[in-house]
T-cell receptor, first 116, second 109 residues
Framework: GAGVSQSPRYKVAKRGQDVALRCDPI?????LFWYQQALGQGPEFLTY????????KSGLPSDRFFAERPEGSVSTLKIQRTQQEDSAVYLC??????????????FGQGTRLTVV | AQRVTQPEKLLSVFKGAPVELKCNYS??????LFWYVQYSRQRLQLLLR??SRESIKGFTADLNKGETSFHLKKPFAQEEDSAMYYC???????????FGAGTTVTVRA
């Protein structure tokens, strides 16, 4: 596809359920980012991959959050034992370059997670 | 740690009127500043970045290091400019963006 693709677009989970969110970055993009966007707020950084290496996971809010990108392409963000405060839009972004923030990041449509 | 502040949650202007979206940042070094835009039902996309010094869709933004600001301006707003605008910052040798809370712009006919 031409852009970053995320699935599912919407997810409703019962509290305590595990969820997995998928991101297909633009082909050939080295860098992949996950952001969390709560209602009425800007996106907040969660984690960063350079190819398959997870170089920064400082933004993950708890050890219930786990991300992987095993082959340096598709990435999955997993949230275990979901809580109501996990309700947010989860954005994935990819960029061609690595290391520098001034390489343009292309965003997916996001996955809206609602925990009930 | 760096921080981005957008003081206006909502901004409403008439078509043809000037529009200015405020963005202030806190960072002691030399940041890279960006404006991202999200139109209704579309994904977040880059509008402009300060290092390119471009004018995109009639918008400009000047980095003022003395005032630590990166305000976005357009002299004549159009209805298609109605959207959510986010100011963002990254720092040298870092890779993540720090976003402001966003400003919703409504351009009325």
């Amino acid at each position: 596809g031409a852009g970053v693709s995320q699935s599912p677009r919407y997810k409703v989970a019962k509290r305590g359920q595990d969820v997995a969110l998928r991101c297909d970055p633009i082909s050939g993009h080295v860098s992949l980012f996950w952001y969390q966007q709560a209602l009425g707020q800007g996106p907040e950084f969660l984690t960063y991959f350079q190819n398959e290496a997870q170089l920064d996971k400082s933004g993950l809010p708890s050890d219930r959050f786990f991300a992987e990108r095993p082959e340096g392409s598709v990435s999955t963000l997993k949230i275990q034992r979901t809580q109501q405060e996990d309700s947010a839009v989860y954005l994935c972004a990819s960029s061609l370059g690595s290391g520098s923030g001034n390489t343009e990041a292309f965003f997916g449509q996001g996955t809206r997670l609602t925990v009930v | 740690a760096q921080r981005v502040t957008q003081p206006e949650k909502l901004l409403s202007v008439f078509k043809g009127a000037p529009v200015e979206l405020k963005c202030n940042y806190s960072y002691s070094g030399s940041p890279e500043l960006f404006w991202y835009v999200q139109y209704s039902r579309q994904r977040l996309q880059l509008l402009l970045r300060h290092i390119s010094r471009e004018s995109i869709k009639g918008f400009t933004a000047d980095l003022n290091k003395g005032e630590t600001s990166f305000h976005l301006k357009k002299p004549f707003a159009q209805e298609e400019d109605s959207a959510m605008y986010y100011c963002a910052l990254s720092v040298l040798d870092d890779y993540k963006l720090s976003f402001g809370a966003g400003t919703t712009v409504t351009v009325r006919a």
